[in-house]
């Protein structure tokens, strides 16, 4: 596998604020990363200092083979921090000739972007006229000009409607589908779910997870059941050697799968018991609760 | 280096406001004609300013290098706006990230600073040659392209100021405010001055030996105001009995201090940039 991004040990300390610790990751190409954690987990920070505007503290990262220096390994990525900067007295059109200039490639890929982004028919619009979204997608289509190694998104869909959303999230995906590389960090967890295939989970600058996205918890599972007789089930469950911590929520009993089992598995043993089950299901945490057992691991 | 014109040429070209104020800089340039047609009755007599020989080779270099020199601060609202904001837009942060290096970012500004000093010292030459060729008393060529050191002196002053101006944009990220901070600098160092000369080292020339190193006295003691050289001026004071001697000239260390002022003001810019987060 091609490495796009390697980061070792890099830190951060703003004060007496460690931003980001001793954080390691490296990218592969043709994967879709997201990088999860909650708001002043050090992403931005993590994703500034690759980018070459915030100055590390320590530790390195490189870039391809680390041949290049950074600010020419930059010319081949595609990257979007937080909100849009552009010059607002130019138009869609102007800036991104602009970055055609910065990038070093040629300006007759700037319509061949705006199609992309949807944004042809206002190509001739001043950039302050623009509303939030199309900012947004003005900035993918800037990122996109090099044809980029690697897409870098810094919570694209911040502050956007649900119709935005929708779009910058149709717009990644297209992307994602053309096989380009994409690190995108947010906050939003069905946003990564949707669209990552692997993930970084920091908080407080500190790595807590790094792989693929259902590979966060090893755990087997849970099983959600009901029965007419409540108490029955509960205690044929805690009988069971498989089955972890049984829990009760109004009618619906949860246990735990401490070893590989399918539904029909527990279904078969309850009925040889002489219970029938009138709701069974198996289900795996979402990236949300994984996501919230993680982080609450660290926090005791 | 011609990447980095470019760049910042589109990033100038599509701005009004900039785009209004070179244009009102450059006119102004050739307004410095119009000096020739003031008149005003004295008596009967009509005097007519372009007959008291300001107007005459070699003395139209000193003068009009001075006037136009007045003029830079047009220029300067606009280089410190470009610097700042490219701070207030975050678009430096932009700029970077799509692989422009914190160096080549600096340059780019200070090429197009040294275009700017370079057009508008062409600019002030081709005006002050037509000027004085209609209005001279003496056209021999040898007296013509005499004291041309003040055209030179007129370019490494622009330079440096304009550096001082990227400097400051850079330092304080507001456009109003590093404009504010240059006219704070300029009361810092008349006050310095006089506190020097007429306090500590009264009655001797040490403070103006120390002054002239820095930079906004160091770049006004290259082009010195030209009025006191004027025949009607000079005769008027013998007249008074108090006549004066002044050095006109630019003395080379003059140029050098301008100069070491310009690179240092870039670099400080750099520096500053380089240990940034942005």
């Given at each position: ?132 979204g199309m900012k947004q ?107 972890g911590k049984v829990s ?53 | ?90 678009t430096l942060k932009q ?184």
């Amino acid at each position: 596998m091609e490495t796009i991004l390697s980061i070792n040990q890099l830190t951060k300390v703003y004060g007496p604020l460690k931003a980001v610790n001793n954080l390691s990751f490296t990218i592969e190409k043709g994967n879709v990363y997201g990088i999860l954690g909650p708001n002043g987990s050090g992403k931005s920070t993590t994703l500034g200092m690759v980018l070459n505007v915030v100055n590390k503290t320590s530790g390195e990262f490189k870039w391809f083979d680390g041949a290049e220096s950074t600010h020419e390994a930059l010319k081949k990525v595609g990257a979007i921090i937080e909100h849009p900067n552009f010059y607002p007295y130019m138009t869609a059109a102007q800036n991104l000739e602009l970055v055609c200039k910065i990038k070093g490639v040629p300006s007759h890929k700037v319509e061949e972007k705006l199609e992309v982004v949807g944004l042809l028919d206002r190509k001739d619009s001043k950039f302050r006229t623009f509303s939030l979204g199309m900012k947004q997608r003005l900035a993918i289509a800037s990122a996109l000009l090099n044809d980029p190694e690697i897409l870098i998104l810094d919570e694209p869909t911040n502050g956007l409607d649900p119709q935005g959303i929708h779009q910058i999230r149709e717009i990644i995906r297209k992307i994602a589908s053309d096989g380009t590389t994409i690190l995108l960090a947010s906050h939003l967890l069905d946003e990564v779910e949707k669209v990552c295939s692997h993930v970084v989970i920091i908080r407080k600058g500190v790595k807590l997870y790094s792989g693929p996205v259902d590979g966060i918890n090893a755990s087997h599972g849970f099983f959600e059941l009901e029965a007419e007789n409540t108490e029955l089930l509960q205690q044929f469950l805690n009988e069971h050697p498989s089955i972890g911590k049984v829990s009760l929520k109004g009618n619906l009993v949860t246990a735990i799968i401490e070893e590989p089992m399918s539904a029909s598995d527990i279904n078969q043993y309850l009925f040889e018991k002489g219970l029938s089950l009138s709701y069974l299901i198996k289900r795996k945490e979402s990236l949300e609760e994984q996501f919230l057992q993680l982080t609450n691991q660290t926090t005791a | 280096m011609l990447r980095l014109l470019n760049i910042e040429f589109l990033k100038l070209r599509y701005s009004r406001s900039s785009k209004i104020l070179i244009l009102t800089y450059f006119i102004l340039i050739t307004f410095i004609a119009l000096i020739a047609s003031i008149e005003f009755p004295i008596g009967n007599m009509n005097f007519r300013l372009a007959d008291q020989g300001i107007f005459n080779f070699p003395f139209i270099w000193h003068f009009n290098s001075f006037i136009a020199a007045t003029l830079k601060l047009f220029l300067a609202i606009v280089i410190v706006s470009m610097m700042s904001n490219e701070y207030s837009n975050r678009t430096l942060k932009q700029n970077l990230i799509d692989g422009l290096s914190k160096k080549e970012f600096i340059l780019s500004k200070f090429i197009t600073v040294m275009v700017f000093s370079i057009v508008s010292t062409i600019f002030l030459f081709v005006v002050s040659l037509i000027l004085g060729l209609s209005f001279s008393d003496y056209n021999e060529f040898s007296i013509i392209f005499s004291d041309l050191e003040y055209i030179l002196a007129y370019f490494v002053k622009l330079t440096g100021f304009f550096a001082f101006c990227l400097f400051l944009g850079i330092l304080v990220k507001r456009s109003a405010f590093a404009l504010g901070f240059l006219f704070i600098w300029w009361i810092v160092e008349t006050i310095l001055y006089a506190i020097l000369k007429w306090r500590i080292f009264k009655g001797s020339d040490i403070a103006d030996k120390i002054v002239q190193f820095l930079p906004l006295e160091s770049m006004s003691n290259l082009v010195k105001e030209p009025f006191s050289r004027l025949n009607a001026v000079q005769t008027a004071a013998n007249q008074l009995g108090s006549a004066f001697e002044k050095d006109y000239t630019i003395h080379w260390y003059q140029i050098l201090i301008v100069i070491v002022w310009t690179v240092l003001f870039v670099y400080f810019s750099y520096a500053l940039l380089k240990k940034r987060d942005l």
